[in-house]
């Protein structure tokens, strides 16, 4: 069967081209700091995002725990949106490996505002945890791929450079942000002082993420790399095929953001869905099904049989990802499926 599968961008397979220079590509040891080819990812990130120096990781995850622990102390707070990756998906690690506690707070669509950060920063107080952190996420996973706009994050900066605190960017998905709205990554990454980006996401890149910052911060951030065991050795094979999709893959992530908007128009007109067709800004959907005869479960079970691969958010929530491997043709059948499912109201499933 050709599987349609919509769980992730994650699961996208290197194409035969990216594995060739993978193949191909000039190693050396990069703890001696000797990888060409990782040296060449790093200069190059580095200068797309106008950050002084940039450190390749094997993981978003990895990403994000080396800059929280670069940029906070032990029994220090970090602000995040209720929703983010780093609160909800990260396994606990800044407690776990930072020793900071997290401040979640719920923001509209993923995106918190400069006054609802203001009123959580701690008062200068014996009680209280000092805020030393604020964490954005751009696109916004959880919320459905939302961009964060950027004169909100550029508040957000001044009063986080007034209080002298650090701001750390999931940016995960910033590849995406930057092609919906042809805002360039230089000027996403401007307010921060440190960016996670993710190779292996919608750039179709097997492995791999990149932290960025000033070079100051990346030196502290590889020596954490290393004491989370991030440090790899003839990585320039993978680092090849993230240099490959950064260079192949990024502009083409328009196409991933129009599929999805054609699924989500043709999804929000059936019976049992909702869905807010402004989430839909890049190339994730995140829909809830209330449906009188099918539950979320069922319909992702008869999906399947339909070799249609979505995945449950929890409670009614389901997504939709849309990746390098998504055909015009698996977006009619997709739509299709979908119609046939849900389009007859009252049909017994
Ligand atoms: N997201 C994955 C899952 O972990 C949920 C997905 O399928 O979307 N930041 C953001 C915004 C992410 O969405 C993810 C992965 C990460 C960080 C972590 O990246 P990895 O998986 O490389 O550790």
């Keep these: 069967m050709h599987w349609i599968d919509y769980r992730s961008d994650t699961i996208t397979k290197p194409t035969p081209e990216m594995r060739k220079v993978m193949a191909e590509a000039e190693v050396g040891d990069d703890v001696f700091g000797d990888d060409p080819t990782v040296n060449r990812l790093q200069e190059r990130v580095a200068e797309l995002t106008g950050k002084e120096a940039a450190l390749f990781v094997p993981s978003g995850t990895m990403g994000n725990q080396i800059s929280l622990n670069a940029h906070t102390q032990p029994g220090q707070e970090v602000i995040v949106e209720a929703d983010a990756h780093i609160f909800y998906y990260e396994c606990g690690a800044p407690g776990m490996l930072s020793g900071v506690q997290l401040r979640p707070l719920s923001g509209k669509h993923g995106v918190l505002t400069a006054e609802q950060i203001a009123a959580a920063i701690r008062p200068p107080d014996v009680h209280q945890p000092q805020t030393s952190l604020i964490c954005l996420e751009n696109t916004h996973n959880r919320a459905g791929g939302t961009i964060y706009p950027l004169e909100e994050i550029q508040r957000i900066a001044r009063l986080a450079r007034e209080k002298g605190i650090k701001l750390h960017l999931d940016g995960a998905r910033l590849w995406n942000a930057a092609v919906a709205t042809g805002i360039s990554l230089k000027e996403w990454c401007e307010p921060f002082d440190s960016v996670s980006l993710c190779f292996s996401k919608g750039l179709g890149a097997p492995i791999g993420s990149i932290v960025v910052g000033s070079r100051s911060f990346i030196e502290r951030a590889h020596y954490y790399r290393k004491a989370y065991g991030g440090g790899m050795r003839q990585v320039g094979i993978i680092a090849a095929g993230a240099l490959y999709a950064g260079e192949h ?16 128009e043709a999804l929000v007109e059936l019976p049992g869905i909702q869905l807010n067709l402004d989430t839909v800004q890049t190339n994730i959907i995140i829909f809830e099904l209330n449906h009188p005869t099918l539950s979320p479960a069922r319909l992702v079970e008869q999906l399947n049989d339909n070799g249609i691969l979505i995945i449950s958010m929890g409670g009614n929530k389901l997504r939709i990802v849309t990746h ?18 849900l389009g007859h109201p009252g049909r017994i499933h």
């Design 324 to 341: 390098l491997h998504i055909t015009d043709a698996d977006v009619e059948k997709t739509i299709a499926v979908f119609r046939q499912l």
């Design 249 to 264: 893959h990024f502009e083409r992530l328009a196409d991933d953001h129009r599929h999805a908007r054609q699924i989500a």
